[in-house]
């Protein structure tokens, strides 16, 4: 059990990277729940936002299943 109820962790994730994944793994270890809200962008496509919502959801579900 977690020392915390919930953990909120709030990105745009463009693109995931490996310090998302510790802090995501630490949050993880602390929390009971841990909630990732990905934060939005008006363009996709571009050098600066790369991904769509859609796709960046889908790499930190492949990642991390329903764990998060």
Do not use: W
Not at 34 to 48: A, E, K, N
């Amino acid at each position: 059990m977690g020392k915390y109820k919930n953990c909120l962790i709030v990105g745009r994730f463009q693109t995931f990277h490996k310090g998302h994944e510790i802090m995501i793994d630490r949050a993880l270890m602390s929390s009971e729940n841990v909630h990732v809200f990905i934060g939005s962008s008006q363009l996709q496509g571009t050098l600066r936002n790369p991904f769509s919502y859609e796709t960046r959801r889908d790499i930190i579900k492949a990642v991390y299943g329903d764990a998060v």
